[in-house]
């Protein structure tokens, strides 16, 4: 397997699940500050020039965050990633779909990218500040939803600990954000665990 990242990306969440499965991977570098994902090269990997994308090692990539974690915890289940119960898989499959489709664009990426959201270079910090004020929003959505211990779902660890994890890790690294009492605990665990300690040394970054 290949993943492709970018350091820091969302990317990050992928980059631990493979080192909790432990299987032998390889990392190939997209630099997306200095416009790789838009060069030839990758965009025949991933046409639609973002990170990740997952060269599964048969000829096929998979593109998409919370389907490269679905099929990795599928094709993997002796690490016990996702539910194995059919109401518990469905409950891992909305908390990735909220994190990666709402929190992640709206939330941070108004934050990282204001320019996408404007042509006016003067509303920019607008657009930045209301990305702080729905990345807010939605951890609020998530804390007073919380069913689980001290992992998100009731089942235990799973691929949508590693999606709250990136973004999580933006909004205290990168952002200044706060992050509510159960957010702010499940982030103590995850920089605790060894696989995401790997996974951020790798990737040139500060726990």
Not at 123 to 135: F, I, N, S, T, Y
Not at 153 to 168: I, K, N, R, W
Request: hydrophobic share 40%; aromatic share 10%; net charge neutral.
């Amino acid at each position: 397997m290949k993943l492709y990242y970018s350091p820091g990306a969302c990317s990050l969440g992928i980059h631990v699940v493979l080192e909790e499965i432990g299987k032998p991977y390889e990392l190939g570098l997209v630099a997306l500050k200095e416009g790789a994902q838009h060069k030839p090269e990758y965009k025949a990997v991933n046409p639609k020039s973002k990170v990740p994308a997952l060269d599964r090692g048969d000829g096929k990539v998979l593109t998409e965050w919370p389907v490269i974690a679905f099929w990795l915890a599928k094709s993997n289940p002796e690490a016990g990633l996702i539910p194995t119960d059919f109401e518990g898989e469905v409950r891992c499959l909305e908390a990735m779909d909220f994190i990666c489709g709402t929190i992640h664009p709206q939330g941070f990426t108004r934050q990282f990218r204001a320019a996408n959201f404007t042509p006016r270079e003067e509303d920019q910090p607008k657009v930045v500040e209301q990305g702080k004020e729905l990345a807010a929003k939605f951890f609020d959505i998530v804390e007073k939803t919380w069913t689980g211990g001290t992992w998100l779902l009731p089942s235990g660890y799973s691929v949508a600990d590693a999606a709250l994890f990136f973004v999580e890790y933006w909004a205290t690294r990168r952002s200044g954000m706060k992050l509510p009492p159960r957010l702010d605990a499940h982030l103590a665990a995850m920089l605790a665990r060894p696989a995401v300690q790997r996974a951020l040394a790798q990737e040139g970054l500060k726990a």
